[in-house]
């Protein structure tokens, strides 16, 4: 298992947090998700086997926000 610390652009409120919280956790390989609107980021754990970087990023961004 990897942690990765994301920053997340475009939150406003909690609802903006539960959908990202919803579409990481979501996420095949995804272990846990902690998502905080004051610091502008998701933290995950997540099997590197299962997915990458690049599929968080992009379920992020489907999700309509700006993954950093």
């Not at 995804?30 to 968080?56: F, G, H, N, Q």
Request: glycine share 6%; proline share 6%.
């Amino acid at each position: 298992m990897e942690r990765l610390v994301l920053g997340i652009a475009g939150m406003s409120c909690q609802s903006c947090v539960n959908s990202v919280t919803t579409v990481l956790a979501d996420t095949p390989g995804v272990a846990e998700v902690e998502v905080s609107l004051p610091a502008a980021r998701a933290i995950i754990v997540y099997d590197p086997a299962r997915t990458s970087l690049a599929d968080l990023r992009r379920v992020v961004t489907d999700a309509g926000f700006d993954p950093s």
